[in-house]
């Protein structure tokens, strides 16, 4: 599907670790953005004619032969161009200007940083004099290039911020996409509105109209098979088939049993009663748990579930549906960590999958592809999605089998679905699940020495874990208060047979991820 709207930005990726939350900036300014590597050849950039261009951060030094660089034809483009940190860096150094790499930390800045800024640019308008900004360097620009004004200063870096107003370019060594920088999104709005004049046609319910007409025009008279997981990405993709295309859209549910207590109901309750769809139910936790008997290691049992789900799905379809359309859930952060290159891999991704050489599909649909997760939950609200279907907690695709630790087996699933279905029960009691962006148990195979009823115990121990983020890059351990976390470690010792101990996980992330495998 391509999207709805003509004005896009182009955010241009030298590595950046927000460069996904720069794209999702734009997005929430109603601004269409792409993210590009800096790999990309002039032309398509030249082909998109953006109304702008964001040049994102980066791990390297601009003098480094080895870090990435970009044709210098990019500033001849007339294409308005706002640089942050490496990119403001790249921009100076490419333009004539002079970065200095730092011999000792004493030009280096990290965390909240005090900055003065010129309310006379454009960018700062509406922004104090001083504030808090986001930094993150250690070379600088100790001089601007020619034409350039240096528009912000902290004690340290003599160039916080440049402008050349005639050609539009703008750079910032902070990060303004960052919630820690104060006022940081009013920036990149003055930027996106102001210097690039956009408009402001990216809304959700424009790209709902244009994607079912497209969804309609591309599928015909044919059939549509999805893959719904229960997730919110494949969830939404569901019912925006359905809107399109109705009975033409089978989706096959491979219930794999390692879910949360009651949820394999709860979602084919909820599509056969809302949607005029096909719905497959197929029923397997005593394959997936065979398959798993005796693995440990994380990657393994996430490849193992994967390879398991899909031979299921692939065998289902290809007795009834290997025909029409193959539709998927793939989102735009899912497209973009698929094609990293150089970073490291953490866990391994599941979203975009292939298709056997003997199945003849006749395309593949994947309406949610320009999407961000907090895009694709608007959407879903908006085609009458439940509540809390659309604003699920994010779930591993493993399920279960990632957060029972060591070998998964029926009974440790057991005991985490019901320890797991507690810790919600308590949440929602209390109204505090809205206060947590992700809470849920773990299952780490320990096993602890307890007293019950005067009788010695040696049965497991179930570990919670709650943190709040605006964008899971970091996340903060959530402060629950004791008395709730007292009620929730009381219920499950006294109900879920075979637990003893519950203990709370209080690390940030980082250095922790927020699961466990």
């Excluded at 497209?335 to 150089?342: H, L, Q, T, Y």
Aim: glycine fraction near 8%; charge should be negative.
């Amino acid at each position: 599907m391509s999207n709805a709207t003509n004005e896009t930005v182009i955010v241009l990726d030298f590595g950046g670790q927000y460069n996904q939350l720069i794209a999702r900036r734009v997005r929430e300014c109603n601004v269409y953005c792409e993210i590009l590597p800096y790999t990309v050849d002039i032309q398509k950039i030249k082909d998109i004619n953006p109304k702008g261009i964001i040049f994102t951060g980066g791990p390297n030094s601009v003098y480094d032969e080895s870090s990435p660089h970009y044709t210098p034809e990019i500033f001849e483009l007339g294409i308005p161009i706002l640089g942050i940190c490496y990119g403001c860096q790249l921009m100076a150094y490419t333009l004539g200007g002079n970065v200095v790499s730092a011999t000792d930390n004493s030009s280096s800045e990290y965390g909240k940083t005090v900055t003065r800024y010129n309310n006379n640019d454009i960018l700062f308008k509406s922004v104090k004099s001083e504030g808090i900004s986001w930094m993150s360097h250690r070379d600088y620009i100790n001089e601007a290039p020619e034409g350039f004004s240096i528009t912000a200063t902290t004690d340290a870096c003599p160039v916080a911020a440049m402008s050349c107003p005639e050609k539009k370019f703008y750079g910032v060594q902070f990060h303004p996409e960052v919630n820690h920088t104060e006022n940081g999104k009013d920036m990149l709005r003055s930027f996106l509105y102001d210097v690039c004049e956009c408009k402001g046609e990216w809304k959700m319910e424009s790209f709902i109209d244009t994607t079912v007409a497209q969804l309609k025009e591309q599928i015909g008279d044919k059939g549509v098979v999805l893959g719904l997981s229960g997730g919110v990405d494949s969830s939404v993709a569901a019912a925006l088939l359905s809107k399109a295309v109705g009975k033409q859209l089978t989706c096959v549910f491979v219930d794999q049993g390692l879910m949360r207590k009651d949820e394999g109901d709860f979602v084919e309750q909820t599509f056969i009663k809302l949607f005029d769809m096909n719905f497959v139910r197929i029923n397997c936790q005593e394959e997936f748990l065979a398959k798993l008997k005796g693995v440990e290691e994380p990657e393994e049992k996430r490849h193992i579930i994967g390879t398991e789900f899909y031979k299921v799905f692939w065998n289902k379809i290809r007795e009834s549906y290997g025909e029409g359309y193959f539709a998927q859930g793939t989102i735009y952060p899912d497209r973009i960590e698929s094609g990293k290159g150089d970073a490291a891999k953490i866990k391994t991704h599941h979203n975009q999958v292939g298709i056997p050489e003997d199945i003849d599909f006749a395309g593949v649909i994947e309406p949610l592809k320009d999407l961000f997760k907090d895009e694709v939950r608007v959407v879903g609200e908006k085609l009458g999605l439940p509540h809390d279907l659309v604003w699920r907690q994010p779930f591993p695709g493993p399920g279960l089998g990632v957060r029972v630790i060591g070998e998964v087996t029926a009974e440790k699933v057991r005991i985490l679905q019901e320890a797991d279905a507690i810790l919600r029960d308590e949440m929602d009691k209390c109204g505090y699940a809205d206060k947590m962006s992700q809470f849920f148990a773990v299952l780490p195979g320990v096993k602890t020495v307890g007293v019950m009823g005067d009788a010695r115990t040696y049965d497991e121990l179930i570990a919670l874990r709650a943190v709040t983020t605006d964008d899971f890059m970091t996340a903060d351990w959530a402060k629950i208060p004791y008395e709730i976390l007292g009620r929730v470690s009381n219920r499950i010792i006294n109900e879920v047979e075979h637990v003893n101990r519950v203990v709370y996980d209080i690390t940030s992330k980082p250095p922790g991820t927020v699961e466990w495998e």
